[in-house]
């Protein structure tokens, strides 16, 4: 059962114009999103986030919207860079357990390639 | 700057191996988990462990086992290889917080099982 979904598995952009990465969620639990980056042969790098109580949070180029009643988020690049193309994993925060420590439920990843 | 470091970059196992993967951090976190990472799959959680000692399952602990005995260390072990364990190994840390607590992930061991 896939509680965070990233529905397109890659992505491609001219240089310069926005890239939007969209993820999916089924668990109302969440109660925070963030976004990583992840580049070929390196760990994840945290990027952006967003409580469940907000609907924007903006960060310079990098944007995350959260649309609760409809269960989505997406990333905003504006405007997009060929150093932006990596891997972008959404992750969803919920308890663990029901205890009081947090997991993360991570997507499949989008692959972005912004052309030059 | 948080710094999370893994034994090894790659490393080629045999089928039935005891194989460990060695994580540090050196930024006094409490939390520190691993994932493994595989094509079309994402980032899955193996385990978790919040304070020395203690430790938690994630999604897919089966065929692995953790040990931590000192907080800024973090071991993942392969009981007996196989050749479905082959994939890339995050090791990451955080602090306790109230939800947003951002992961500090390590650049990842990719290990090979033949």
């Known amino acids: 059962d896939q509680q965070v979904k990233q529905n397109s598995p890659s992505l491609s952009v001219q240089e310069g114009r926005i890239s939007i990465l969209n993820c999916d969620y089924t668990?109302?639990?969440?109660?925070?999103f963030l976004w990583y980056k992840k580049y070929p042969a390196e760990g994840p790098t945290f990027l952006i986030s967003i409580s469940s109580i907000k609907d924007k949070n903006e960060d310079g180029r990098f944007t995350v919207f959260l649309n609760k009643s409809a269960k989505h988020l997406s990333l905003h690049i504006v405007p997009s860079q060929p150093g932006d193309s990596a891997v972008y994993f959404c992750?969803?925060?919920?308890?663990?357990?029901?205890?009081?420590?947090?997991?993360?439920?991570f997507g499949k990843g989008t692959l972005l390639t912004v052309n030059p | 700057d948080v710094k999370v470091t893994q034994s090894s970059r790659y490393l080629v196992k045999r089928t039935g191996e005891k194989v460990f993967l060695e994580c540090v951090q050196d930024?006094?976190?409490?939390?520190m988990f691993w994932y493994r990472q595989d094509p079309g799959l994402g980032l899955r959680l193996i385990y978790f462990?919040?304070?020395?000692?203690?430790?938690e399952k994630g999604d897919i602990p089966e065929g692995y086992s953790v040990s931590r005995e000192k907080k800024e260390r973090f071991s993942l072990i392969l009981e007996s290889a196989s050749t479905n364990q082959t994939s890339m190994y995050l090791c990451?840390?955080?602090?306790?917080?109230?939800?947003?607590?951002?992961?500090?992930f390590g650049p990842g061991t990719r290990l090979t099982v033949t």
């Open positions: 930024m006094d976190h409490e939390n």
């Open positions: 462990s919040y304070d020395v000692k203690m430790k």
């Open positions: 990451a840390s955080s602090v306790v917080g109230q939800g947003l607590t951002e992961q500090y």
């Open positions: 668990n109302s639990m969440f109660d925070y």
């Open positions: 992750a969803a925060s919920a308890r663990f357990s029901g205890g009081s420590n947090y997991k993360l439920t």
